[in-house]
């Protein structure tokens, strides 16, 4: 590593901690809230660190917390950040735990209840072990992270990245195996735009459709010309997805329906394909509404960028994650087309998104995100928490000697 800083050995954990972790993750299973919601979560997390000692927890991004654990060790005036998203989906949960959610249609369907308590163990860890080191962690327990307006956005407009170094996190995986960690560096998330579409026709007899304009017929024009941007204009290893996730229009049996909505997202990986996207979605609803005679109201929404990993950090994380659970488990793994809101921490400060497999068939965990059957393996919980110590403790030593 630079600097000449060396990867500590395992990272132990002390058990009573990890207890707290299962103890936690599972409360948050059974009692989920909705981004920008999260008002429970944050009374609960204050809470559960606040009765480990830990002070000076603050409010941020309205519903989410930070907290800083600052090392006693040795002088230091680096900063690093850990990122755990805190927010639920609105799916209503099949996955069959004990410990399912209590509120109906809400579920952790994308692991955010472990990512927090994996944070909470790092916090725990660090506030009992604080003499053995220095500088600051700063651990953002953030809301809003799968919906506007974006906790990740807010985290950094409200200055919480301004005197940080670095910035870590984790995020579950169902595709990699328990016990293993996958990253590489470059990009690794894609951006991810929102729109909403108002189809205008115009209403008539089921029995006389040449007398309206079929606003459904129209929509369903659309969703299947817009497919056609992927998979006929863009070079295959430029990264674009376009997808349509709802579709409304028509109430009655005997009415051509005047008006559809449709709805969804476009996510890239670089802004020349995202403009290019933008540009080509609006030109194909346009031609299409007039073709047919309707009109048509396309809304865009700018959402997040898509998150880069940085080499430097990224190295950090694939020594820390050797130390602890050997080469063998440590992969080179491109990015995925899921988008993360961590982007906006990676515009703003080097920063590393690693992925902790979680995928073990033995306890039926194989369904992927955002699935109503979705499980996470709490085995791998430890694997997450030592990963994330160890690389804090290295980044903060690696920088102490730099600054030496």
């Known amino acids: 590593m630079a600097g000449g800083s060396a990867i500590p050995g395992t990272i132990d954990i002390d058990a009573g901690i990890l207890d707290r972790m299962i103890e936690i993750r599972r409360h948050l299973h059974r ?13 609960y997390l204050r809470q559960m660190l606040a009765g480990q000692g830990i002070a000076g927890i603050r409010d941020v991004a309205v519903f989410g917390l930070a907290v800083d654990i600052v090392g006693t060790g040795k002088p230091s005036n680096r900063k690093l950040a850990i990122r755990a998203d805190i927010d ?25 209840d472990a990512h927090a308590s994996m944070a ?38 409200e200055g919480l990245l301004d005197d940080i170094d670095a910035a870590i996190c984790v995020h579950v995986d169902p595709y990699t195996p328990t016990g293993k960690i996958a990253v ?23 029995a006389k459709p040449y007398e309206g304009i079929d606003a459904i017929a129209v929509a369903c024009s659309m969703v299947g010309e817009l497919q056609k941007i992927v998979s006929r204009e863009i070079d295959p290893y430029d990264p674009l997805v376009i997808s349509v996730t709802g579709i409304n229009g028509g109430n009655a049996y005997n009415v051509i329906a005047g008006k559809v909505t449709l709805k969804g997202t476009i996510r890239s990986g670089s802004d020349a394909t995202r403009e290019r996207a933008w540009r080509r979605v609006r030109a194909i609803l346009e031609a299409i509404a007039t073709a047919h005679g309707a ?3 396309l809304d865009i929404h700018k959402g997040e960028p898509g998150v880069v990993n940085d080499v430097e950090m990224t190295e950090l994380i ?11 488990n440590v992969l080179n793994t491109p990015g995925w087309t899921i988008a993360d809101d961590f982007g ?10 690693f992925r902790l497999g979680i995928r073990n068939e033995a306890v039926g965990s194989v369904f992927p995100l955002h699935h109503a059957r979705f499980r996470v393996d709490e085995a791998a919980l430890k694997v997450g928490a030592a990963t994330l110590v160890s690389a804090v403790t290295a980044f903060l030593s690696m920088h102490r000697e730099n600054a030496d």
């Not at 327990?141 to 974006?150: C, N």
């Not at 205008?200 to 007899?205: L, N, R």
């Not at 694939?318 to 063998?328: I, L, N, Q, T």
Request: include cysteine.
């Open 184 to 206: 590489s560096s470059g990009p690794y998330t894609l951006a991810c735009d929102t729109f909403d579409v108002v189809v205008t026709g115009s209403a008539a007899h089921a």
């Open 120 to 157: 909470f163990a790092v916090a725990e860890h660090l506030h009992q072990s604080r003499n053995s080191f220095g500088g600051t962690v700063r651990l953002i327990f953030q809301p809003a992270e799968e919906d506007e307006p974006s906790g990740g956005k807010r985290v950094v407009e």
């Open 88 to 112: 639920a989906l609105p799916i209503a949960e099949e996955s069959g735990v004990e410990f399912a959610s209590m509120n109906p249609g809400v579920m952790h369907a994308c692991g955010h």
């Open 31 to 43: 009692n989920p809230e909705l981004s920008n919601r999260e008002v429970n979560t944050q009374r």
């Open 318 to 328: 694939v020594a820390s994650a050797k130390a602890c659970v050997g080469p063998d």
């Open 344 to 353: 906006y921490y990676s515009e703003k400060r080097p920063s590393v998104y």
């Open 295 to 297: 009109s048509v109201q």
